[in-house]
């Protein structure tokens, strides 16, 4: 009913950036709110970064300042460039965002997720 498929991930030396991309496609009316979560082996998801607007913005403590989500809402996809990039930000990274379909159901979807390396 509804995809995100994300993109942009790799390996990268310590200081370096990326940008991941997430689109979401499907029988969507409305996006609310789209995020970026991360998550290594043994630990839980956690957040990293989450738009509703662009004055509407909040950040992991551990990413602040070097890390900027954006969103196209004409293209429904969602942004993270990844600068001053760390060993500690190796993790997959999961797009998650909160539908309202067609149908009017309101969903809250996960993408498939995509490897972030940091690494010399």
């Known amino acids: 009913q509804v995809q995100l498929v994300e993109s942009g991930g790799g390996l990268v030396q310590p200081g370096g950036s990326l940008r991941l991309t997430c689109a979401a496609s499907?029988?969507?009316?409305?996006?609310?709110?789209m995020g970026w979560y991360r998550q290594t082996p043994g630990k839980e998801r956690e957040l990293v970064a989450r738009?509703?607007?662009?004055?509407?913005?909040n950040y992991a403590d551990s990413v602040k300042g070097r890390f900027t989500i954006s969103r196209d809402n004409a293209k429904n996809t969602v942004y993270l460039q990844m600068n001053s990039l760390k060993p500690d930000d190796t993790a997959v990274y999961y797009c998650?965002?909160?539908?309202?379909?067609?149908?009017?159901?309101?969903?809250?979807?996960w993408g498939q997720g995509t490897q972030v390396t940091v690494s010399s």
């Open positions: 738009i509703i607007s662009s004055s509407s913005t």
């Open positions: 998650n965002a909160h539908i309202t379909t067609t149908g009017r159901s309101i969903l809250s979807s």
């Open positions: 499907g029988s969507i009316h409305s996006i609310n709110a």
